[in-house]
């Protein structure tokens, strides 16, 4: 049987499925694909806290459906910072990140055409949880590679010691569990 930690996020109700990451450390999972309704209104709290933006851009996981709402709702495009080079990506920027519930080196990319959006335009970069930074500081790698200007990095959580970080939004605070 599974445990849950029961939080709210823009005024909802969640239950969030706890799973084991090390012998030390559990984690409570938020999984925005398929919930509209959250989605929906998180993003409408977060774009009331952050500083005017050009461009939204996001690494290509759980996030997206958090950038296109944002996109949607500011009417400002986004961009995925995607994990493999396709062919349609010309030159493409590269940069490793590690985080929290990958556990092993991946790479996030850009193309030539979307570096091309971001040159000079202030930048929002938003994740579905910001954990150890890991992930939020390669995308600033790419948006700085890329000749953009950040505007704010912005989640919907900020979990464990993230939460005391001043240069991130966020809605709530997630604690880590350990045992």
Same mark, same amino acid.
């Given at each position: 049987m599974s445990e849950y930690y029961k939080m709210k996020i823009a005024g909802l109700e969640r239950e969030l499925e706890m799973f084991s990451v090390s012998d030390k450390l559990d984690i409570a999972a938020f999984i925005i694909f398929g919930d509209v309704e959250l989605t929906v209104a998180g993003v409408s709290e977060l774009?009331?806290?952050?500083?005017?933006?050009?461009?939204?851009?996001?690494?290509? @996981?759980?996030?997206?459906?958090? @950038?296109?709402?944002?996109?949607? +709702?500011?009417?400002?495009?986004y961009i995925v910072a995607r994990k493999g080079v396709k062919v349609y990506m010309r030159n493409p920027l590269d940069v490793a990140v590690t985080s929290i519930t990958t556990q092993h080196e +991946?790479?996030?990319?850009?193309? !030539?055409?979307?570096?091309?959006?971001?040159k000079g335009k202030r930048v929002l970069i938003v994740d579905d949880v910001i954990s150890t930074g890991e992930s939020l500081e390669a995308v600033r790698e790419?948006?700085? !590679? @890329?000749?953009?200007?950040?505007?704010?990095?912005? @989640?919907?959580?900020?979990?464990g010691d993230a939460a005391e970080r001043d240069d991130i939004i966020f809605l709530e605070k997630l604690p880590l569990f350990f045992k």
């Amino acid at each position: 049987m599974s445990e849950y930690y029961k939080m709210k996020i823009a005024g909802l109700e969640r239950e969030l499925e706890m799973f084991s990451v090390s012998d030390k450390l559990d984690i409570a999972a938020f999984i925005i694909f398929g919930d509209v309704e959250l989605t929906v209104a998180g993003v409408s709290e977060l774009l009331k806290k952050v500083p005017e933006f050009d461009i939204i851009l996001t690494p290509e @996981a759980k996030s997206i459906p958090i @950038a296109y709402e944002a996109s949607r +709702q500011s009417g400002k495009p986004y961009i995925v910072a995607r994990k493999g080079v396709k062919v349609y990506m010309r030159n493409p920027l590269d940069v490793a990140v590690t985080s929290i519930t990958t556990q092993h080196e +991946q790479h996030l990319y850009l193309g !030539e055409t979307e570096v091309n959006k971001i040159k000079g335009k202030r930048v929002l970069i938003v994740d579905d949880v910001i954990s150890t930074g890991e992930s939020l500081e390669a995308v600033r790698e790419l948006v700085k !590679e @890329a000749g953009g200007i950040e505007a704010s990095s912005a @989640a919907f959580l900020a979990e464990g010691d993230a939460a005391e970080r001043d240069d991130i939004i966020f809605l709530e605070k997630l604690p880590l569990f350990f045992k």
